[in-house]
């Protein structure tokens, strides 16, 4: 059942993945089973129950209890599904990565209609962002005057990770609920105005070639307006050295994003699948 759903489903490169897509697999099996199973009691039923044999009602019933042990049966089975896969499952999700595991922490800040990703710098802490300093070339409100946002990363729509190492990803959102989708990852959890989500993962492949045609993408799993078919972003899970050098490569592009520039200022992100041009100016409402 698992190979046969893993063909239509995205390939698997997340540590926590196969033990969902194990569970969905169990999960079909008893789908399967249950719609086998009363499915050929409701036509036996239809046919054994037919008024020619049966020209008067049964006042009485039936008197086996089949169909309570089955019931119980099937009962029996969920509770295993919950408590042995679903609940242990849960509780890993909830459990976020010990400072010890080294995670690559980022935020992930949800607008109509893209991504703003956001990475601490070397110095591994965020600078302070402010609302009141949003715009089209400092998207995050970054305080210029902060010191530790001076190394920071902002992009637009290009998530990059490091293979076989923990993120953190702090996520929320500038204007209306969003859903940050990462299939590939098995990962997906609403983005709320007001609310900071910390979510983690582990990705454990390496992302295609960037120039092949395959691509991990980031999706929006919540309608979020108009333009919500286009809020993707590209997934790249890199090696050590690939990160760090493409981390190297974006962080003068930063300082011109947290300095106050002119309205005519160049957007701060490579070019993005959406342009930030084309973005309505909205959502400057809390992060
Ligand atoms: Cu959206």
């Not at 049964?58 to 089955?70: L, R």
Request: hydrophobic content about 45%; charged content about 15%.
């Amino acid at each position: 059942m698992e190979s046969f759903l893993a063909q239509y489903m995205p390939v698997d490169a997340s540590e926590h993945g196969p033990h969902l897509d194990f569970l969905s697999a169990l999960v079909h099996w008893l789908m399967l089973i249950l719609f086998i199973g009363w499915g050929a009691y409701f036509i036996y039923a239809l046919f054994r129950f037919r008024s020619s044999r049966n020209p008067r009602a049964n006042y009485h019933g039936t008197t086996s209890h089949f169909s309570t042990y089955t019931e119980a049966g099937v009962a029996v089975i969920e509770v295993v599904l919950l408590l042995g896969f679903s609940i242990p499952a849960w509780s890993k999700w909830v459990t976020p990565p010990s400072s010890g595991a080294h995670p690559l922490e980022v935020r992930v800040v949800a607008e109509q209609f893209a991504w703003n990703i956001h990475y601490p710098g070397p110095d591994g802490v965020f600078g302070k962002a402010k609302v009141e300093l949003i715009s089209t070339s400092n998207p995050l409100g970054l305080d210029p005057t902060d010191p530790y946002g001076k190394d920071d990363v902002i992009t637009l729509n290009q998530l990059h990770l490091e293979v076989n190492r923990p993120v953190l990803v702090h996520l929320s959102s500038k204007d209306v609920i969003h859903d940050f989708s990462l299939p590939v990852m098995r990962v997906k959890q609403d983005a709320i105005p007001g609310i900071d989500f910390p979510i983690h993962f582990t990705p454990v492949k390496l992302s295609p070639d960037p120039k092949s045609a395959a691509r991990w993408e980031i999706a929006c799993a919540q309608l979020c307006g108009l333009g919500h078919y286009r809020m993707r972003g590209q997934l790249f899970v890199e090696t050590k050295e690939q990160l760090d050098a493409w981390l190297k490569s974006m962080a003068p592009q930063v300082e011109a994003a947290a300095a106050p520039a002119p309205a005519t200022a160049p957007v701060t992100a490579p070019p993005p699948t959406v342009p930030l041009s084309s973005m309505p100016k909205t959502g400057t409402g809390g992060l």
